[in-house]
């Protein structure tokens, strides 16, 4: 694996945090990381997201992030509602540019898997066309089985590699984090990564180390 999507079954999920981390992580053991954010909206001045991970790999916020826009919409209805609009093939051109540069790229998305980046052409189709396996982040909280489930379903349909879940935000208040991660498993097969709420932003050392695993190191 030399690449992989960050998406997530909604959007304020956690996948900004989950790169950085990530990105953290495989610094750490010697990897040259990159990190490549198609589109970032909600934008005024300087893309939040794409400056945050870039301050780990290195990278200048131009190279990382391709495309912006003002409202925090997604990718397609920024188009529709800011009028300017850009190349999808120039996208790809991007991604494939830079990951010829590093070992390994953390391609992050925007809101959920199926958010749509162009007039019927959503992440999940990214993904496929790039073949770029998927790390899904999910919340821990109420709510998260109907979502995490139907996101799993849609990647699974496009036939795309799912490689996790990550369940972020545990805390412990919500009596359904008990039995979220056990019914996850049972009806996707796949034992969820659960990360507890922390203050601030670098998880504990073990825990980058698992979340680095799942991406095959």
């Avoid at 909280?141 to 799912?162: A, P, W």
Wanted: glycine share 8%; proline share 6%.
């Amino acid at each position: 694996m030399r690449a992989v999507l960050i998406t997530a079954t909604d959007t304020g999920v956690g996948k900004t945090f989950i790169s950085y981390n990530l990105a953290y992580a495989l610094k750490e053991m010697g990897v040259r990381v990159g990190y490549y954010k198609p589109i970032e909206t909600d934008v005024r001045e300087v893309p939040a997201d794409g400056s945050l991970v870039c301050s780990v790999t290195g990278q200048p916020v131009e190279e990382a992030v391709f495309f912006t826009y003002k409202l925090p919409l997604s990718p397609y209805a920024g188009i529709l509602e800011e009028g300017k609009d850009f190349d999808l093939s120039e996208l790809k051109e991007r991604f494939w540019e830079l990951q010829k540069r590093y070992e390994f790229l953390i391609v992050e998305g925007a809101g959920g898997v199926a958010v749509p980046i162009k007039k019927d052409y959503d992440y999940a189709d990214l993904a496929r066309d790039l073949n770029l396996p998927i790390l899904l982040v999910a919340r821990a909280v109420l709510g998260t089985l109907n979502h995490t489930y139907l996101s799993y379903y849609y990647i699974r349909s496009k036939g795309i590699d799912l490689v996790g879940i990550v369940m972020n935000g545990f805390e412990g208040k919500d009596i359904s984090e008990k039995t979220n991660p056990l019914i996850i498993k049972e009806r996707t097969g796949i034992e969820p990564f659960c990360i507890p709420r922390i203050e601030g932003l670098l998880l504990p050392p073990d825990v980058r180390k698992s979340l680095a695993s799942l991406v095959g190191f």
